[in-house]
T-cell receptor, first 110, second 118 residues
Framework: RKEVEQDPGPFNVPEGATVAFNCTYS??????FFWYRQDCRKEPKLLMS???SGNEDGRFTAQLNRASQYISLLIRDSKLSDSATYLC???????????FGAGTQVVVTP | GAVVSQHPSWVICKSGTSVKIECRSL??????MFWYRQFPKQSLMLMAT?????????EQGVEKDKFLINHASLTLSTLTVTSAHPEDSSFYIC??????????????FGPGTRLLVL
């Protein structure tokens, strides 16, 4: 089993709709979690950290479920510019080392 | 804040040559920098963890003599791909970590370097 797993998608989302997807992790000792966004042929960009109480940043909401060992990302009122691959990342302990999922592709259509 | 630069952005070289990539944290000091490689339509693969003033820690399967990492200061790490071959062609991305406002080490990525070995 991979340490961090994501549904690769693609999730085809009409503009204005809501989309949500999860990321499961295997290391129960992981302490910090992140969502990154990666556009085609570009570097990952930090979207948001995931706090244990859940957190929201504009149209984006991240949740952590420690019992079931997954994090989620919800995008409301999807924009065309939200089309990207969303990578989840889980802290591996030392030095801020992260384990990345393979990414979930989101395609927002007009 | 938390800007990371990487240079060069593109490299095309002949097989057998060495290529040096620089990664700089521009507005913060990064104790730790990371080097990743990403092949088309694949996920990020961590190559090594680089700490300032000490030897890099390489991931399993990554040849340390082929991918030389130097982390001379808190703002600069370099990756040298020695004797590059076509199979080394890839997207190389560095990241630098810094504590967030909640104290977690958070990684910020450079724009990446596309290497094409002919």
């Amino acid at each position: 089993r991979k340490e961090v797993e994501q549904d690769p998608g693609p999730f085809n989302v009409p503009e204005g709709a809501t989309v949500a997807f999860n990321c499961t992790y295997s290391n129960s000792a992981s302490q910090s979690f992140f969502w990154y966004r990666q556009d085609c042929r570009k570097e990952p960009k930090l979207l948001m950290s995931v706090y244990s109480s859940g957190n929201e940043d504009g149209r984006f909401t991240a949740q952590l479920n420690r019992a079931s060992q997954y994090i989620s990302l919800l995008i409301r009122d999807s924009k065309l510019s939200d089309s990207a691959t969303y990578l989840c990342a889980v802290n591996m302990g030392s030095w801020g080392k992260l384990q990345f999922g393979a990414g979930t592709q989101v395609v927002v259509t007009p | 804040g938390a800007v990371v630069s990487q240079h060069p952005s593109w490299v095309i070289c002949k097989s057998g040559t060495s290529v040096k990539i620089e990664c700089r944290s521009l507005d913060f000091q990064a104790t730790t920098m990371f080097w990743y490689r990403q092949f088309p339509k694949q996920s990020l693969m961590l190559m090594a963890t680089s700490n300032e003033g000490s030897k890099a820690t390489y991931e399993q399967g990554v040849e340390k003599d082929k991918f030389l990492i130097n982390h001379a200061s808190l703002t600069l790490s370099t990756l040298t791909v020695t004797s590059a071959h076509p199979e080394d062609s890839s997207f190389y991305i560095c990241s630098a970590s810094t504590p967030s406002d909640r104290g977690w080490e958070t990684q910020y990525f450079g724009p990446g370097t596309r290497l094409l070995v002919l």
